[in-house]
C-alpha cells in the first residue's frame, strides 16, 4: 500500500510539472513593459522595455 501511494505521488508531480511547462509564463519585472513585435506566432518576438521608453516621441512612433 505504502509503494502505491508512493507512485500516485510521483504521477502528481509529473503531472504537475508537465502542465507548469506547457504553460509557458514569463514574468515581466517591474518597471518594464513587454512589447511583442512580429506578423504571427512563428515569427512574433519579445522585447522587454523600461517604462520611461514610453514617454520618448521616437518610441511612440514605434509603437503606432
Known amino acids: ?3 502505491f501511494r508512493g ?7 509529473i503531472n504537475f510539472s508537465v502542465a507548469a511547462t ?4 514569463v514574468s515581466t519585472p517591474k518597471g518594464f513593459l513587454a512589447v511583442y513585435v512580429g506578423e504571427d506566432q512563428v515569427q512574433k518576438k519579445r522585447y522587454v522595455v523600461p517604462i520611461s ?8 512612433a514605434l509603437l503606432r
Do not use: V
Not at 7 to 13: E, F, T, V
Not at 22 to 25: A, L, Q
Open 1 to 3: 500500500m505504502s509503494l
Open 7 to 13: 507512485l500516485l505521488g510521483a504521477k502528481k508531480i
Open 22 to 25: 506547457s504553460k509557458r509564463t
Open 53 to 60: 521608453y514610453l514617454n520618448q516621441p521616437s518610441f511612440q
